[in-house]
C-alpha cells in the first residue's frame, strides 16, 4: 500500500471516530422519539463498515464503546444507569460497551459484503444493500448491548428501575422493541442515503488493510 492510499485510511477512519465522538457527546447522538431516546451512534460504524468492510467496522465498534465508558468517567451524571453499573461490575460494563459495539461492527461489515455479492443487489439495488446493512447492524447493535446488559448486569437494572429479577427480562425486550426498532428504521434511511453518495467517491470504498 502506498503512502497516499495510508492517509485516505487514516483520514477516512478519523473522520468517522471524530463523528462518534461528536455525536457521543452532544444531544446529536439521540433521536428523541415521543417517550423513546433512540440512539444515533451506531451509525457511522455501520456506514464504516459498508465503505471499508470488517475490520474497520470492528475498529469503530471499539471507538463506540470507549466513547460511552470515556462520557461515564467524565460525566457520570449524563447516564445514572451506566455510572451505576459500572460501579456495581466495571468488568461487566466495560464488556458490555467494547464486546457489543465491536461484535455489532464486524457483523455488519460481514453482512455487507455478504449481500454485494447477490447479483439483484448490484448497481441501482446498491441502496437496498446499503439500507439492509443499516437497519440489521443497528437491531445487531440493540440485541447485543441489552442482551449482554440482561446477562451480566441483571442486578442492577433490577435495582435501578425496582423490578424484580425476574421480570428484568421482560423490561429488558420491551425496551429492546420499543427503542431498537425506531433506532433501526432511521440507521436504514441514513446509512442508505450516505453510503449512496459514497460510491461518487471510489476511494471511500476500499477496505480497511
Not at 471524530?18 to 423513546?36: C, E, R
Not at 443487489?121 to 447485543?144: E, K, M
Request: charged fraction near 10%.
Amino acid at each position: 500500500m502506498n503512502s497516499s492510499s495510508k492517509v485516505q485510511q487514516i483520514t477516512r477512519m478519523a473522520i468517522l471516530v471524530a463523528i462518534i465522538f461528536l455525536l457521543s457527546f452532544t444531544p446529536l447522538g439521540y433521536l428523541v422519539i415521543g417517550p423513546i431516546a433512540a440512539t444515533t451512534i451506531q451509525m457511522p460504524v455501520i456506514i464504516g463498515a459498508v465503505l471499508m468492510g470488517p475490520a474497520a467496522g470492528g475498529v469503530l465498534g471499539f471507538f463506540f464503546g470507549l466513547s460511552a465508558i470515556i462520557k461515564v468517567l467524565t460525566m457520570p451524571g449524563a447516564d445514572p444507569f451506566a455510572t451505576l453499573a459500572l460501579a456495581h461490575s466495571p468488568f461487566a460494563y466495560l464488556a458490555v460497551c467494547l464486546g457489543a459495539r465491536i461484535a455489532m461492527g464486524l457483523l455488519a461489515g460481514l453482512l455487507a459484503e455478504g449481500l454485494k455479492k447477490l447479483p439483484f443487489l448490484q448497481d441501482r439495488g446498491a441502496v437496498v444493500r446499503y439500507g439492509a446493512a443499516g437497519f440489521v447492524g443497528s437491531i445487531l447493535n440493540t440485541v447485543f448491548y441489552l442482551g449482554m446488559l440482561w446477562g451480566l448486569c441483571a442486578e442492577v437494572i433490577s435495582s435501578y428501575y425496582g423490578v424484580d429479577l425476574s421480570g428484568v427480562g421482560a423490561l429488558v425486550m420491551g425496551t429492546a422493541y420499543a427503542a431498537g426498532i425506531p433506532e433501526a428504521i432511521v440507521s436504514c434511511v441514513v446509512v442508505a442515503a450516505v453510503c449512496k453518495a459514497a460510491e461518487k467517491l471510489p476511494f471511500m470504498f476500499r477496505r480497511l488493510a
